[in-house]
């Protein structure tokens, strides 16, 4: 079974940092496009950044250029996700996604396996 578990999240104070987690079980994450989402209340789901399978390149939104970064580590079969400088407007749940051609991007279509979310409140 595909699966994808998140986790890392909770609350931190602005201008704080937290890192979100992504371990995929039953397959290899090496081939694949990794993507993380975030959707707040309210508001539509935003891309925030991805690595390419095809070219290991990271992109990330320009709304979190800068203070995001996304790695992999193969050996964990897990992606990371670095958050610092975190601002209240940060606040939402956070995805990670698979895209199994390897491409990935930031609208979400190209995305096949979705985990379950983990909540980030920035907040003092």
């Known amino acids: 079974q595909l699966q994808l578990v998140e986790s890392g999240g909770g609350l931190v104070q602005p201008g704080g940092s937290l890192r979100l987690s992504c371990a995929a079980s039953g397959f290899t994450l090496d081939y694949y496009a990794i993507g993380w989402f975030r959707q707040a209340p309210g508001k539509e789901r935003e891309g925030v950044s991805y690595?390419?399978?095809?070219?290991?390149?990271?992109y990330n939104a320009d709304s979190v250029k800068g203070r995001f970064t996304l790695n992999r580590d193969y050996a964990k079969n897990t992606v990371y996700l670095q958050m610092n400088s975190l601002k209240p407007e940060d606040t939402a749940v956070y995805y990670c996604?698979?895209?199994?051609?390897?491409?990935?991007?930031?609208?979400?279509?190209?995305?096949?396996?979705w985990g379950q979310g983990t909540q980030v409140t920035v907040s003092s």
């Open positions: 996604a698979v895209d199994v051609s390897g491409r990935g991007g930031l609208l979400g279509g190209e995305y096949a396996v």
């Open positions: 690595i390419s399978s095809i070219d290991s390149n990271t």
